[in-house]
Antibody, heavy 120, light 110 residues
Framework: QVQLVQSGAEVKEPGASVKVSCKASGYTFTSYGISWVRQAPGQGLEWMGWISSYNGHTKYAQKLQGRVTMTTDTSTSTAYMELRRLRSDDTAVYYC?????????????WGQGTLVTVSS | NFMLTQPHSVSESPGKTVTISCTRSSGSIASNFVQWYQQRPGSAPTTVIYEDHQRPSGVPDRFSGSIDSSSNSASLTISGLKTEDEADYYCQSYDSNSVVFGGGTKLTVL
């Protein structure tokens, strides 16, 4: 069965960077894309971007351009999301999700989430 | 960019049927597929409907999705409500520039 297992919770100071991992199993990693979605405390879902696991092509939400980088390691079937210059309003649960079909299609399977807390 | 507007909350009794709407602000609702996600308290989202009306394996047929071009909206209908259906529900769609989520609807089954 498809599984996405994310790395553990992180606490970061403002201005620092965080890198969250998402290890996939149960399917051919390069045949599907990975989206990243975040959810601030008590708020709704916010799309951050997606990456093609086949060729590394990315598309990011405009508000995060320049601060976010998404990558994949096909040798370990792992996707990564790095967010730089962290601010307090980046405090959120970060989710990875596998696409329905190829890259660019909406999420179908979701990881368990990673809480990132930004605080001094 | 467009917006997807959902009611903030709905409530219904067990065994009844409830429909949650999702209205697109600009552009046709039919131009890009709509997905629906269920999120129980303290848990990650799960997909209950994709491509307007498709159900992932394991999702009961009590869940159905549709779109209505006349109102430029999508709907999620849950029949035979169970207490376990109590959750937040988010619609989602996209255009060439971005992916957009609705603000979410809190479903209370009482």
């Amino acid at each position: 069965q498809v599984q996405l297992v994310q790395s553990g919770a992180e606490v970061k100071e403002p201005g620092a960077s965080v890198k969250v991992s998402c290890k996939a199993s149960g399917y051919t990693f390069t045949s599907y894309g990975i989206s990243w979605v975040r959810q601030a405390p008590g708020q709704g879902l916010e799309w951050m971007g997606w990456i093609s696991s086949y060729n590394g092509h990315t598309k990011y939400a405009q508000k995060l351009q320049g601060r976010v980088t998404m990558t994949t390691d096909t040798s370990t079937s792992t996707a990564y999301m790095e967010l730089r210059r962290l601010r307090s309003d980046d405090t959120a649960v970060y989710y990875c999700a596998r696409s329905i079909y190829g890259s660019g299609s909406p999420p179908l399977y979701w990881g368990q989430g990673t809480l990132v807390t930004v605080s001094s | 960019n467009f917006m997807l507007t959902q009611p903030h909350s709905v409530s219904e009794s067990p065994g009844k049927t409830v429909t949650i709407s999702c209205t697109r602000s600009s552009g046709s609702i039919a131009s890009n597929f709509v997905q629906w996600y269920q999120q129980r308290p303290g848990s990650a989202p799960t997909t209950v409907i994709y491509e307007d009306h498709q159900r992932p394996s394991g999702v009961p047929d009590r869940f159905s999705g549709s779109i209505d071009s006349s109102s430029n909206s999508a709907s999620l209908t849950i029949s035979g409500l169970k207490t376990e259906d109590e959750a937040d529900y988010y619609c989602q769609s996209y255009d060439s520039n971005s992916v957009v989520f609705g603000g979410g609807t809190k479903l209370t089954v009482l």
